[in-house]
């Protein structure tokens, strides 16, 4: 099965400051990651796919790179709706996994 | 619009079993794989398997082999998931999902509580 090591765990930020997130896989997957936020109650929402893509809706703050293994989420200027938990899946190969997620409070 | 409409919650004795249903509207129902996935404790996420409903064939997470029999039934555009020999470790949020790039739908998740 493919690991998915994403970091930070949580994280405190300020409004305004630029957050990054990573993941981390085990071994190559191409570009086949997505990132998600999930905020409480709610099923997760497609953020970035294939690693670099905005989903449709979705605000231009957030964006997705990758480089080898590893896998980044940036949010620019981080906005009170924007504290939620997000998540990396990797969909490369079956057992899909998820990284275990990071949670985003305010500073 | 795609929408995956979950069936409502469950409680569930330790031992018995429970299927979930989820109905997919707004698309061609044998277009994308169904996913379900388990979400312990409002933390992290276990992808369980998924089926393709065109010809019914699935791809089980080793994990949930022998705990998740996934079935669909094409003539009301419906998902299920069997989770069987319920114990406290099942209980959880579980999701039906389509994930294919951009078109990327989820259930809203049903809570599965093991209790006695």
């Known amino acids: 099965d493919i690991q998915v090591t994403q970091s930070p765990s949580s994280l405190l930020a300020s409004l305004g400051e630029r957050v990054t997130i990573t993941c981390q896989t085990s071994q190559s997957i191409s570009n086949n990651l997505n990132w998600y936020q999930q905020k409480p109650g709610q099923a997760p929402m497609l953020l970035i796919y294939y690693a670099t893509s905005l989903q449709t809706g979705m605000p231009s703050r957030f964006s997705g790179q990758y480089s080898g293994r590893s896998f980044t989420l940036t949010i620019t200027s981080l906005e009170p709706e924007d504290i939620a938990n997000y998540f990396c899946?990797?969909?490369?190969?079956?057992?899909?996994?998820f990284g275990a997620g990071t949670k985003l409070e305010l500073k | 619009q795609v929408n995956l409409l979950q069936s409502g919650a469950a409680l569930v004795k330790p031992g018995a079993s429970v299927k979930l249903s989820c109905k997919a509207s707004?698309?061609?129902?044998?277009?994308?794989?169904i996913h379900w996935v388990k979400q312990s404790h409002g933390k992290s996420l276990e992808w369980i398997g998924y089926?393709?409903?065109?010809?019914?064939?699935?791809n089980y997470n080793e994990k949930f082999k022998s705990k998740a029999t996934l079935t669909v039934d094409k003539s009301t555009n419906t998902a299920y998931m069997e989770l069987s020999r319920l114990t406290s470790e099942d209980s959880a949020t579980y999701y039906c999902?389509?994930?294919?790039?951009?078109?990327?739908?989820w259930g809203q998740g049903v809570m599965v509580t093991v209790s006695s």
């Open positions: 899946l990797q969909h490369y190969s079956a057992p899909y996994t």
């Open positions: 089926i393709n409903p065109n010809s019914g064939y699935t």
């Open positions: 999902t389509i994930c294919e790039g951009a078109r990327d739908y």
């Open positions: 707004g698309y061609t129902f044998t277009d994308y794989y």
